[in-house]
């Protein structure tokens, strides 16, 4: 990284001091549950977002809850010659502030391509881990309203639906650490000034400006637009503007938090009103408020100015989090798990009234079914959607096989592109379905798909499902040393199983100290706040860990 400017360089240098920041800043934090909480992490580059997070969570806790720890983790992916000497820049700067600090580094050999998306899921691993040892589940991330900006122009480039919502104010990583981003409601400009004003550098990230990279590239462009809008407007508009480039924020925000979210235990408005394009033909009008004109308290709203853009992202985020929930009721009332990896719908499920939430549903229980990290394209599953009230009807997307039958509609792993055997390590995600556990070395023993020999030769009772499906999805499922991992739990179907054939590449015996945990796939590795409700219903269908609460007041429901 560079330094932003020269002349304050030896800022970064300074000594503990009272900040004073705009009320309207400090007001992003209080949202945040504390209660139970003795720690926070806020994850810290040394860049001008991340420093004013420091400081200004540094501000609001000696005020709000001076028995809360605050811990600084600088992650260095060592991507960059300097980037051990900017991690330690960070550290004394948090030493001199009395700040506590770690250094977290990604170790090992760097994948050739995507580079940045292995980073990332490699930076929030890392911080997920400091944040376990620093007694929290909660990370705090510098991710502001430009980035926001950025990111739903990225994504509306890409024609995605569900992206426009942007980034939820939380995102769940790996189903423990909650990823909490205070200042998405906050300008860059206005952070930067904050820094200014209490005399702390900060350094710049060259990446940021690479245009090898696509957010630097959609950013420069943003920035070129910016100018172009600022040279037509009068020299009084202009003069308004530059007004708040001397401290104070050039556009406010809060964060409301009087009212519960949509995806808490409310209902929630229809899900097809709003939304930008329906296969279904559903409804078009602007989503309705609920009784008293709540509005999702977790959603970006601005105080004064934001635009067009702006209002469209919170209005798509209100409606992603709206259509999750009825989703999540439609899962509930009519699908099951009727045999490990088999997902059974009652046929009503066809002929719902809310066709987009169905549709949603289903490309939600079609990632799961798949091992997907991304829902299926929505065309082709509104397609799809519109034949599952044909009995006798088979196709297959995103993985997953659906089977039409006269007593249901049936999901399954297809057996197309399973993994292959392998040695089994803690923590090891197994077909983007299941987290594998191990409290000892697994020595000889592999970890494979169960098998079609296997399958077949599966002595099955109290299943309630057409057999020959049954066995198609077990073959599909993980097993170790010839048996397979109990996926259900009572009242659930039970499986009677014979040894099983010796299929090559297994390894000999059995170990009882490996487990397979089922996922929420597709998110079990980032779950956004939007999507809380639908992944709960999913957990609930699968029998996954219990998804903890939001990581807000009065929204700590679990």
């Known amino acids: 990284m560079r330094r932003a400017d020269a002349s304050q360089a030896a800022m970064i240098a300074g000594t503990d001091t009272t900040f004073r920041p705009e009320p309207e800043l400090l007001q992003l934090f209080p949202a945040i549950e504390l209660s139970g909480r003795h720690a ?37 992916h060592g ?12 550290a004394a700067l948090c030493a001199r502030h009395g700040i506590a600090h770690r250094t977290m580094r990604w170790q090992g050999a760097k994948p050739a391509s995507a580079i940045q998306a292995s980073a990332r899921v490699a930076r929030y691993r890392l911080l997920a881990e400091a944040a376990a040892a620093a007694g929290t589940d909660i990370v705090l991330a510098g991710h ?22 942007g980034m939820a104010p939380a995102t769940l990583f790996e189903g423990r650490t909650w990823i909490v981003r205070p200042l998405i409601a906050a300008r860059r400009e206005a952070l930067r000034n904050f820094l200014r004003q209490n005399g702390i550098g900060w350094a710049e990230d060259p990446s940021n400006v690479d245009r090898k990279y696509e957010r630097a590239r959609v950013r420069s462009a943003r920035e070129q637009m910016a100018a172009t809008s600022q040279s037509s407007l009068s020299p009084s508009l202009r003069g308004e503007e530059q007004s708040h480039m001397d401290g104070r924020p050039p556009l406010r925000f809060a964060l409301q938090t009087t009212s519960p979210p949509l995806d808490g235990g409310e209902e929630a408005p229809a899900a097809t009103e709003g939304l930008p394009s329906s296969p ?63 997902i059974a719908l009652d046929r009503a499920f066809a ?10 549903a289903l490309r939600i229980l079609l990632a799961s079914a798949g091992g997907r990290e991304q829902l299926p394209d929505l065309a082709r599953s509104a397609t799809l959607f519109g034949r599952l009230g ?19 509609i049936f999901l399954h792993r297809e057996r197309r592109g399973l993994p292959e055997p392998t040695k089994p390590y803690d923590g090891m995600i197994w077909d983007g379905r299941y987290r594998i556990e191990t409290l000892t070395d697994a020595g000889q023993i592999a970890i494979a798909p169960f098998g079609g020999e296997n399958a077949r030769q599966a002595k099955l009772a109290g299943i309630d499902a057409p057999e020959s499906l049954v066995r198609a999805a077990l ?11 109990a996926t259900l739990t009572p009242p659930s179907p039970r499986l009677e199983l014979v040894e099983g054939s010796r299929e090559e590449g297994r390894g000999e015996g059995q170990s009882p100290e490996i487990t397979a945990i089922p996922l929420v796939a597709p ?9 809380l409700a639908a992944a709960r219903a999913l957990a609930e269908l699968l029998c996954c860990e219990a998804l903890p609460g939001l990581p807000f007041v009065g929204h700590n429901e679990g």
């Open 40 to 76: 926070l992490v806020a994850a810290v580059s040394g860049g001008s977002d991340s420093l004013a997070l420091l400081f200004l969570t540094k501000t609001w806790l000696e005020a709000a809850a001076p028995g809360v720890r605050l811990v600084a983790v600088t992650v260095d």
């Open 79 to 90: 991507l960059r010659p300097e980037s051990a000497a900017e991690a330690r820049d960070v």
């Open 144 to 165: 502001t309203v430009d980035d926001q900006a950025e990111t739903v122009a990225m994504r509306g480039a890409r024609g995605e639906g569900r992206g426009l919502a």
């Open 280 to 342: 279904s033909g559903g409804g078009r009008g602007g989503l309705k408020g609920r009784s008293g004109g709540r509005q999702d308290p977790y959603a970006i709203t601005p105080l004064r100015g934001g635009g067009d853009k702006r209002e469209g992202q919170v209005h798509a985020a209100a409606v992603r989090v709206a259509l999750g929930k009825a989703a999540a009721a439609l899962i509930r009332a009519h699908a099951r798990l009727a045999a490990p990896g088999l």
């Open 351 to 360: 002929a719902a009234d809310n066709k987009d939430a169905a549709i949603y």
């Open 390 to 408: 044909d009995a006798g009807w088979r196709a297959t997307l995103s993985r997953a096989v659906v089977d039409t039958r006269r007593t249901g």
């Open 475 to 485: 073959a599909c499922e993980p097993a170790v040393g010839w048996r397979l991992f």
């Open 523 to 531: 998110w079990a590795q980032f779950l956004p706040s939007f999507d």
